[in-house]
């Protein structure tokens, strides 16, 4: 089997994403069972955006024992690349916990707190 990230579609209509994402709730083991070591996680990370992957799904209830998926997505890949789409919760909370990248949609960019 062969899964290409290279197929993309308009999320919303104006945002360009893969049609292969990346759910990030398993890397904290959210909300029960085993998760990655730390330094997987951000391997995971890093190689499904080498991938071509560019549309993750994460939220700031993926969290248990103090890691957070959020975190994980932030010290991996930022600087964010140009075209990742995080799939948030509007829900107003973090995500990523960094400025957005300004191809971000206004309500994603203003939901992020600086840090």
Do not use: F
């Not at 909370?93 to 203003?110: E, F, I, L, M, N």
């Amino acid at each position: 089997m062969v899964i290409t990230t290279r197929q993309q579609w308009a999320l919303g209509g104006d945002l360009n994403v893969a049609r292969v994402g990346y759910g990030a709730m398993k890397l904290t083991g959210w909300p029960k069972g085993d998760r990655p070591r730390r330094e997987t996680a951000l391997a995971i990370l890093r190689r499904a955006v080498e991938l071509g992957v560019n549309h993750i799904d994460t939220s700031h209830y993926y969290s248990r024992d103090g890691v957070a998926a959020n975190e994980l997505i932030r010290e991996a890949l930022h600087p964010y690349p140009d075209d990742l789409v995080p799939g948030c919760r509007p829900d107003r909370r973090t995500c990523c916990s960094s400025p957005a990248p300004a191809h971000w949609p206004t309500w994603k960019r203003t939901s992020l707190p600086a840090r």
